[in-house]
């Protein structure tokens, strides 16, 4: 049972465009979401996070996305650049106490930015 | 400071072995959890430790165990391994539990069972 589930396992965009990821939820207890990079060889590292009270947070060229209603969220990444090229993963988190807070990931979407 | 040391980096194992592998998270932290990552299947959560004790548990067969050690180091085992267990094993430290933004991973145990 996939709880959080990126539909895209790739993604190619031109570098200076948009990039749009994006990530659905079947679990409405899940009140925190967060999005992890990850290149090859290393582990996924923290990117942005959204709380469920908001629908949007922003940090620098990245901005998540949230619709409670549709249980989906986006990050966009804009402009994209080479180095963005990685697999980016969405996951989320439920209230201590409702599978305890631990993270529940999503299968990844590779997105790979052309020069 | 050091980031998150996993070991060994690579492991091939054959059908029915038995497998530990073995997590430093970063200095000071206390809490470290399991992930297996599979082709098609992201990142799924095996456990999370935190002073010596299991705290959360994914939906994982018992041949799946691990424990956390008193200086915060932690291992995980598998025994009878089968041929679905290759993954690559992430092991992450942070300084409490749930502290997700705060969440440093290892580069991870390559897992080959042949």
């Known amino acids: 049972d996939q709880q959080v589930k990126q539909n895209s396992p790739s993604l190619s965009v031109q570098e200076g465009r948009i990039s749009i990821l994006n990530c659905d939820y079947t679990?409405?207890?899940?009140?925190?979401f967060l999005w992890y990079k990850k290149y090859p060889a290393e582990g996924p590292t923290f990117l942005i996070s959204?709380?469920?009270?908001?629908d949007k947070n922003e940090d620098g060229r990245f901005t998540v996305f949230l619709n409670k209603s549709a249980k989906h969220l986006s990050l966009h990444i804009v402009p994209s650049q080479p180095g963005d090229s990685a697999v980016y993963f969405c996951?989320?988190?439920?209230?201590?106490?409702?599978?305890?807070?631990?993270?529940?990931f999503g299968q990844g979407t590779e997105l790979s930015v052309k020069p | 400071k050091a980031g998150v040391t996993q070991t060994p980096r690579y492991l091939i194992k054959t059908r029915g072995q038995q497998v530990t592998l073995s997590c430093s998270p970063i200095?000071?932290?206390?809490?470290v959890s399991w992930y297996q990552q599979t082709p098609g299947q992201g990142l799924q959560f095996l456990f999370e430790?935190?002073?010596?004790?299991?705290?959360n548990k994914g939906n994982f067969p018992g041949r799946f165990s691990g424990r956390q050690f008193s200086n915060s180091r932690s291992e995980m085992n598998v025994s009878t391994l089968e041929l679905g267990d290759s993954a690559l094993y992430l092991c992450?430290?942070?300084?409490?539990?749930?502290?997700?933004?705060?969440?440093?991973f290892g580069s991870g145990t390559q897992l080959s069972v042949l």
């Open positions: 992450a430290s942070s300084l409490l539990p749930s502290m997700n933004e705060e969440l440093f």
């Open positions: 679990n409405s207890m899940f009140d925190y």
């Open positions: 959204i709380s469920s009270i908001k």
């Open positions: 996951a989320a988190s439920a209230p201590f106490g409702n599978q305890g807070g631990k993270l529940i």
């Open positions: 200095s000071g932290h206390r809490s």
């Open positions: 430790y935190f002073s010596e004790t299991q705290r």
